[in-house]
C-alpha cells in the first residue's frame, strides 16, 4: 500500500515562510517522480512543483523563485518551502507520486501522471 502524508501546513502572514513534507510508504520513493499540487476553495486542483529520480524539477510559473522542491530518499521525505508567501497561496496543498520517473519533465506538473496522493495540509495565508 502506497502511502504519503503530509505536514508542516499552518497560518502564516504574507511574506512569511513554510516547510511541508511529504513522507512516503510502502514503496522506494527514489525510482518515483514527485509533485506538489493544491488547491484552493472554488477553484480545480492545480500543479505546483514536482522532482524526478534525477533531481530535475518543475515549478508553476505562480511560485518560481519563491517555492522550493527537494527530496531526500533515504528518508523517503520530499520537501516544499513555501517562501515571500502571497494570500493567494492559500490552498489545501498536496504530494503524489508517479511510478513513471517522467525524465523530461516538461508535464510533470499535470495530475493525470499521478496514481498515489496524499490526504493534504492546509496553508493559509493571511494578515
Known amino acids: 500500500q502506497r502511502q504519503l502524508v503530509e505536514s508542516g501546513g499552518g497560518l502564516v502572514q504574507p511574506g512569511g515562510s513554510l516547510t511541508l513534507s511529504c513522507e512516503t510508504s510502502?514503496?522506494?520513493?527514489?525510482?518515483?517522480?514527485i509533485a506538489w499540487f493544491r488547491q484552493a476553495p472554488g477553484k480545480e486542483r492545480e500543479g505546483v512543483s514536482c522532482i524526478n529520480p534525477a533531481m530535475k524539477t518543475l515549478y508553476a510559473d505562480s511560485v518560481k523563485d519563491r517555492f522550493t522542491i527537494s527530496r531526500d530518499n533515504a528518508k523517503n521525505t520530499v520537501y516544499l518551502h513555501l517562501d515571500s508567501l502571497k494570500p493567494e497561496d492559500t490552498a489545501r496543498y498536496y504530494c503524489a507520486a508517479s511510478r513513471d520517473p517522467l525524465y523530461d519533465v516538461t508535464y510533470g506538473l499535470l495530475e493525470s501522471n499521478y496514481d498515489s496522493w496524499g490526504q493534504g495540509t492546509q496553508v493559509i495565508v493571511s494578515s
Open positions: 510502502g514503496f522506494t520513493m527514489g525510482y518515483y517522480t
